[in-house]
């Protein structure tokens, strides 16, 4: 079972970046996947998730209205896409996994994580 982030980069503020979590050994559309983000000197924060059960969704106030979550279940993906970047949006950015639970911003309830990608965004 592992999950792989990509799609990070460097942008310029106002830019826009698209995340992607691949699921391999097992099928990312039982599972509530959630996407956190965390700052040098920062705790980790979540900032997305969508259920598995009722296919509900998060966002924290930082990225409300600006980043939007989705399944594709072809690819057994789930795309963060990142809109109206900010400098404080500079982060290391994972995906994680639980099965059997609900979506949520809790970091302790995820099974699986994804080993991170790096978004920079320049002022």
């Known amino acids: 079972v592992q999950l792989q982030a990509s799609g990070g980069g460097l942008v310029q503020s106002g830019g826009s970046l698209r995340l992607s979590c691949v699921g391999s050994?097992?099928?990312?559309?039982?599972?509530?996947i959630g996407w956190f983000r965390q700052a040098p000197g920062k705790e980790r924060e979540g900032i997305s998730c969508?259920?598995?059960?009722?296919?509900?969704?998060y966002y924290a106030e930082s990225v409300k209205g600006r980043f939007d979550i989705a399944r594709d279940n072809v690819r057994n993906t789930v795309f963060l896409q990142m809109n109206s970047l900010k400098p404080e949006d500079s982060a290391v950015y994972y995906c994680?996994?639980?099965?059997?639970?609900?979506?949520?911003?809790?970091?302790?309830?995820?099974?699986?994580w994804g080993q991170g990608t790096l978004v920079t965004v320049s002022s």
């Open positions: 994680a996994a639980t099965l059997g639970a609900m979506c949520s911003k809790n970091h302790s309830i995820y099974d699986y």
């Open positions: 050994g097992f099928i990312l559309d039982y599972y509530a």
């Open positions: 969508i259920s598995d059960r009722d296919g509900s969704i």
